[in-house]
């Protein structure tokens, strides 16, 4: 495998047409689709379908599969460029589950990268499983997992738990929750903000006592939603991880259908309203709230979602250490969430 092939590979993913592919690479098109034909050979399979008559090339199943590879391969290629030219610049290659990247790590990148300026960031999304295979091949330095799996090379540490609660509509009487992120102290003075202003306009607080939970769940003591008020076609359904999966094999007959199933998390906001639900962890619902969908408190919901992160034993990259400070410091301010970090600055 060759860079040749890579470069030829990744533009006709880009350009569609092998032609122009050639026309852009400044190489003949058979000469082209000889380093295709070469790189398939070496890979064992074919990575692109081509019919007669359709100048228009797709990836085969395992070219969609092998394009992330080829990816990281180019990035690969740079860094060692970089290195024989001394202009290499600190950087940290990392992938995660969805539903991690879309709904926390937006603000980490940000505090991760403002740091140093020199600083250069790598991400991907993948499943669990893809992960730590590549992890474990070197190809990414930090992966963040809801699954674990074995691995001899792999250490799994536990990054942080959640509970779940309940996003959307919802039947019967059952009092929505804010969830109000921050620091202990604006949590604290908030919640007494909240009982003062309660004396003070004659509210009634013995027969419905407010709470706060101390991690920023404001509460009534009314109770939350049962499972078993939950209409399963009005569901937004996603798969967070194997517990939950089980946890809904239990509660819900497999043979109705949800309103939609959705791998994408980022998805999910553009379908859970009035009339649909969905069951969240607290960091997403956190998020959702402030697009205006109301939480609920959900009983007899699925045990906490715990995420894990990867590192290859031995990867003695620092910037693993600075991004875990920034997420550490981040997940400090989601209500609910319970960092397992220790990291100091």
Same mark, same amino acid.
């Given at each position: 495998?060759?860079?040749?092939?890579?470069?030829?590979?990744?533009?006709?993913?880009?350009?569609?047409?092998?032609?122009?592919? !050639?026309?852009?690479?400044?190489?003949?098109? &058979?000469?082209?689709? %000889?380093?295709?034909?070469?790189?398939?050979?070496?890979?064992?399979?074919?990575? /692109?379908?081509?019919?007669?008559?359709?100048?228009?090339?797709?990836?085969?199943?395992?070219?969609?599969?092998?394009? &992330?590879?080829?990816?990281?391969?180019?990035?690969?290629?740079?860094?060692?460029?970089?290195?024989?030219?001394?202009? *290499?610049?600190?950087? +940290?290659? +990392?992938?995660?589950?969805?539903?991690?990247?879309?709904?926390?790590?937006?603000?980490?990148?940000? @505090?991760?990268?403002?740091?140093?300026?020199?600083?250069? +960031?790598?991400?991907?999304?993948?499943?669990?499983?893809?992960?730590?295979?590549?992890?474990? @091949?070197?190809?990414?330095?930090?992966?963040?997992?809801?699954?674990?799996?074995?691995?001899?090379?792999?250490?799994?540490?536990? !990054? /942080?738990?959640?509970?779940?609660?309940?996003?959307?509509?919802?039947?019967?009487?059952?009092?929505?929750?804010?969830?109000?992120?921050?620091?202990?102290? *604006?949590?604290?003075?908030?919640?007494?903000?909240?009982?003062?202003?309660?004396?003070?306009? #004659?509210?009634?607080?013995?027969?419905?006592? @407010?709470?706060?939970?101390?991690? #920023?769940?404001?509460?009534?003591?009314?109770?939350?939603?049962?499972?078993?008020?939950?209409?399963?076609?009005?569901?937004?359904?996603? &798969?967070?991880?194997?517990?939950?999966? !089980?946890?809904?094999?239990?509660?819900?007959?497999?043979?109705?259908? =949800?309103?939609?199933?959705?791998?994408?998390?980022?998805?999910?906001?553009? /379908?859970?309203?009035?009339?649909?639900?969905?069951?969240?962890?607290?960091?997403?619902?956190? %998020?959702?709230?402030?697009? #205006?969908?109301?939480?609920? *408190?959900?009983?007899?919901?699925?045990?906490?979602?715990?995420?894990?992160?990867?590192?290859?034993?031995?990867?003695?990259?620092?910037?693993?250490?600075?991004?875990?400070?920034?997420?550490?410091?981040?997940? @400090?301010?989601? =209500?609910?969430?319970?960092?397992?970090?220790?990291?100091?600055?």
């Amino acid at each position: 495998m060759t860079n040749l092939e890579i470069e030829a590979f990744l533009a006709v993913v880009h350009f569609e047409t092998v032609s122009e592919a !050639a026309q852009q690479l400044y190489v003949t098109q &058979p000469a082209l689709s %000889r380093r295709i034909r070469a790189l398939e050979e070496e890979i064992g399979c074919r990575l /692109f379908q081509r019919q007669k008559g359709i100048r228009k090339v797709e990836l085969t199943k395992e070219g969609q599969q092998f394009l &992330p590879v080829a990816e990281k391969w180019k990035l690969l290629w740079q860094e060692t460029g970089a290195i024989a030219g001394g202009n *290499r610049r600190p950087g +940290l290659n +990392l992938c995660s589950v969805g539903s991690v990247s879309s709904y926390l790590f937006p603000q980490v990148f940000r @505090r991760f990268l403002e740091e140093d300026s020199r600083y250069h +960031l790598v991400f991907h999304n993948y499943h669990s499983s893809e992960a730590y295979g590549y992890v474990e @091949r070197g190809m990414t330095d930090l992966a963040f997992v809801s699954d674990q799996r074995y691995s001899r090379m792999v250490k799994t540490i536990p !990054a /942080f738990s959640e509970p779940f609660v309940l996003a959307g509509g919802a039947p019967g009487e059952a009092e929505t929750v804010v969830l109000a992120g921050g620091t202990a102290d *604006r949590v604290a003075h908030e919640s007494a903000t909240a009982c003062m202003a309660d004396r003070a306009s #004659g509210e009634k607080t013995t027969d419905e006592p @407010r709470m706060w939970d101390g991690l #920023g769940l404001r509460l009534s003591g009314r109770p939350g939603v049962s499972v078993d008020e939950l209409d399963p076609s009005r569901e937004v359904r996603l &798969p967070w991880n194997d517990e939950y999966d !089980a946890w809904h094999m239990r509660h819900f007959p497999e043979d109705v259908y =949800p309103h939609v199933y959705l791998d994408q998390m980022s998805l999910m906001e553009e /379908f859970v309203g009035e009339n649909t639900w969905a069951v969240v962890p607290a960091s997403v619902g956190y %998020r959702l709230q402030e697009k #205006g969908i109301p939480l609920r *408190r959900l009983e007899n919901g699925p045990p906490d979602r715990m995420i894990f992160y990867l590192v290859l034993d031995g990867n003695e990259n620092r910037l693993i250490g600075r991004f875990l400070y920034h997420l550490d410091a981040c997940l @400090r301010t989601v =209500p609910l969430v319970k960092s397992f970090l220790d990291t100091q600055k």
